[in-house]
Nanobody
Framework: VQLVESGGGLVQPGGSLRLSCAAS????????MGWYRQGPGKERELVAR???????NYADSVKGRFAISRDNTKDTMYLQMNALKPEDTAVYYC???????????WGQGTQVTVSS
């Protein structure tokens, strides 16, 4: 099983980034997918989650700025991040979770740095 994140980088405040998570080795369409992040000196926290059926939920801190989506034909999940703030600086991790199969997987993470 592999979850490979991409799209991170350095961006100025107010800018945008689009993260991708490409999955392999799992039946992607049956997994709930999520983005988590861990900032410097902070615990890992949920950013956004999308169910196998497409329902979404977001952390209050990113509502209205971030949008999670998935393409089951490409086994890929996305996170469109707009109006980025310095406090969004973190390593962003992709997560795949199946309660039915009792399986949970993590990607290696991609660094997002918001700074002028």
């Amino acid at each position: 099983v592999q979850l490979v994140e991409s799209g991170g980088g350095l961006v100025q405040p107010g800018g945008s980034l689009r993260l991708s998570c490409a999955a392999s080795g799992i039946m992607f369409r049956i997994y709930a997918m999520g983005w988590y992040r861990q900032g410097p000196g902070k615990e890992r926290e949920l950013v956004a989650r999308i169910s196998s059926g497409g329902s979404t939920n977001y952390a209050d801190s990113v509502k209205g700025r971030f949008a999670i989506s998935r393409d089951n034909t490409k086994d890929t999940m996305y996170l469109q991040m707009n109006a980025l703030k310095p406090e969004d600086t973190a390593v962003y991790y992709c997560n795949a979770n199946s309660d039915y199969l009792s399986r949970r997987y993590w990607g290696q993470g991609t660094q997002v740095t918001v700074s002028s």
